[in-house]
């Protein structure tokens, strides 16, 4: 049995190559006992990004509070979609479909993840070294929280 | 891929014995694609609970609203414990590990439920038929949403 309040918990920034603006905290991991799946919080800052990339794993994701850009790319350059996530959204996110996650400029997003602990590595193949460019506005002044 | 907004989903009772109080929706399931484990919402209304039970798979567990009260039954009786959880509080529950749900008598709890989908029913195991009694104060008059 482990209970964790997720405020409690350092948060780590995400380290995948492209990475921008994102931290993670471990809310329930393997050393917890958790051996077919695990629980993690991401944060985004305002213009926050993971980069397009997929793997042979799925996640299932909530979003908790902010707003999140799940990025879905196109097969050719300029075909992909976004679609925005709220909090109480839920997503899944099968095996082997491309995707990435970036927030706007004023905003920020809060979602937990949920991932197989069969991960192999070798096999999480990224569509780009590059964090997403994010266009739009500066932040408004004295607005971002 | 889905996305899905937990309040544009129907709830269903939890129809477990001795469950009361107790609804739910299933945010991400099989026939989404998830194979390996499902998330769903429940709520628990005041006074809610679900019964003591164990069973050969695990529970991760994030609380989204109100007071959630875990209920950690001892070997002999009056020995138990409660762990109150409340918004971003996070629980690991291991497989065979006796535990319930309830909520106070003026508090309501929402909170998200992750498990595998290999469950097999025939051991889940129920300690008790009858839901818990919940020892307190009426509600507050007019008091609750």
Redesign the interface.
Known sequence: ???????QLASEPVREPGAKGASIRR??DTP???D????SLFELAPKGSTPPHYHDW?H?I?V?SGKLQ?E?PGEKPGTGRT?V?TA???????RN?PHGFTTPPNDRARF?V?A?TDRPPIRNVFLSDDPYEIEGQPPAKGGER
Do not use: N, S
Not at 1 to 7: F, R, T, Y
Not at 36 to 39: G, I, K
């Open positions: 049995m482990k209970v964790v309040h997720a405020e809310l329930i917890d006992g958790a077919r799946f695990v629980m799925e299932e909530f908790l799940l879905l679609i996530l109480g959204d839920a997503a899944f996110i099968p479909e937990l949920i197989p």
